[in-house]
């Protein structure tokens, strides 16, 4: 396996190669992990991503899988790389996190099956699907600012070719707390399912992002808080939640809410505890 990571060098967007804990960029230079700053390891043309696809995450909510799965667009506007800055807008509480792993497509991909689809597949790496749940009530049907306001996308911190999804733990953890631990075994349907299914319809390009799903216990996380998603065999991406200076404004389109719906799903999908409610800050 060779780890792709897309960095700032010397003020130039740099792909480099991972060389135990250095990156080396293809002049020779080379940067220490821990103090590169991360880009986004790729570039994609678009976002897409499943709704529910783990069996733990199915459990929690208490309903039926679909016959199929279903799907909504993060806007690359939202994306962010490994130790970016999450950003929750003033005036907004309900920011959870959900642990993923990223397809990334290599070469074009248009009426494949599911078993051409890998070979359409460049790698991996590890994306953090945060949503802003106070949008909930007037986006539910598109998810539009509730998953692509801006920087809910960190993708990171590199690209992995040849890894063998199959059977993989992942977790996410706040502040060096597990909230989150699941494995691809979970999966209705995989990574190479995802792709053909999307691609009857919609090509996708080199670059291009599909988000796999999230295992049970999505939480809401708060300004200071330091969440990591860590895959088995792709590493950790890392990120930090800051609060927005600007509030959201309130001389157009619809505001903030919290109603049953958002509390319950930012809580987790308790339905039988609506009136539970978390921690501000």
């Known amino acids: 396996m060779t780890e792709f990571r897309r960095i700032l060098l010397d003020g130039n967007v740099v792909q480099t190669v991972r060389a135990g804990e250095e990156l080396r960029a293809p002049d020779g230079r080379t940067v220490a992990i821990e103090e590169a700053t991360h880009l986004p390891p790729v570039v994609p043309s678009k976002i897409v991503a499943v709704h529910l696809n783990y069996e733990s995450r199915v459990a929690e909510f208490g309903i039926g899988l679909p016959d199929a799965p279903t799907y909504f667009h993060k806007p690359t506007s939202a994306l962010n790389a490994h130790d970016g800055a999450v950003v929750r807008p003033e005036r907004c509480k309900w920011l959870n996190f959900e642990g993923e792993i990223a397809i990334v497509i290599g070469?074009?991909?248009?009426?494949?099956?599911?078993?051409?689809?890998?070979?359409?597949?460049?790698?991996?790496?590890?994306a953090n699907d945060?949503?802003?749940?106070?949008?909930?009530?007037?986006?539910?049907?598109?998810?539009?600012?509730?998953?692509?306001?801006?920087?809910?996308?960190?993708?990171?911190?590199?690209?992995?070719?040849?890894?063998?999804?199959h059977d993989k733990r992942i977790r996410t953890l706040v502040n060096g707390e597990v909230k989150q631990d699941g494995n691809t075994s979970e999966m209705k349907w995989d990574m190479n399912y995802l792709v053909a299914d999307i691609a009857r319809t919609i090509t996708l390009?080199?670059?291009?992002?599909?988000?796999?799903?999230?295992?049970?216990?999505s939480r809401t996380v708060y300004p200071g808080d330091i969440v990591e998603v860590e895959v088995e065999g792709l590493g950790t991406l890392r990120n930090h939640i800051v609060s927005g200076p600007v509030p959201v404004r309130e001389d157009c389109g619809a505001q903030p809410t919290e109603s049953e719906e958002v509390l319950s799903t930012a809580l987790g999908g308790d339905w039988e505890h609506r009136g539970q409610r978390a921690p501000q800050r």
């Open 130 to 165: 945060y949503g802003l749940h106070d949008f909930r009530d007037t986006d539910a049907g598109s998810m539009l600012r509730v998953k692509g306001s801006d920087t809910l996308c960190p993708l990171g911190p590199g690209l992995i070719d040849d890894w063998d999804f």
């Open 107 to 126: 070469k074009t991909a248009r009426n494949v099956s599911p078993d051409e689809a890998g070979d359409h597949i460049a790698g991996y790496t590890i």
């Open 205 to 217: 390009f080199p670059g291009d992002v599909l988000l796999s799903g999230t295992p049970a216990t």
